[in-house]
């Protein structure tokens, strides 16, 4: 069984990540998103991590075949259950989602997560 400390180091924006790979971060728009997070989605899966996309629900295709174009395969990635692309956010609000209370709350996120 391969260890977390035997996985190959994965990067961000040129900077090495620890063991916790968890990224929040804001965009301008979903080409920035692609250009920044595609290198880092792409890497993590190839190491064997797994990756859970919160997005609109109305954006899911066009952001499959995004990270398709982007050298993913979505179908193998989902199959091996290393990517999630759920459309969530389309039952409940973003609100709901991410800002509970008016605030990200990360305790508050990670049940929310395992529901998606």
């Not at 692309?85 to 989602?97: F, P, Q």
């Not at 996120?109 to 998606?116: E, G, H, Q």
């Amino acid at each position: 069984m391969e260890q977390a400390t035997d996985r190959r180091e994965v990067r961000l924006a040129g900077v090495p990540l620890g063991k916790g790979r968890h990224i929040c971060a804001l965009f301008h728009d979903r080409d920035e998103w692609f250009d920044v997070l595609l290198p880092f989605v792409r890497e993590g899966l190839q190491v064997g991590d797994k990756a859970l996309h919160l997005i609109d629900g109305r954006r899911r295709a066009e952001h499959v075949e995004r990270l398709r174009q982007g050298g993913i395969d979505v179908d193998e990635a989902e199959r091996k259950g290393q990517l999630e692309v759920t459309g969530r956010l389309e039952v409940k609000g973003w609100d709901e989602a991410q800002l509970r209370g008016g605030r990200f709350d990360q305790h508050a996120m990670l049940p929310f997560s395992r529901t998606a």
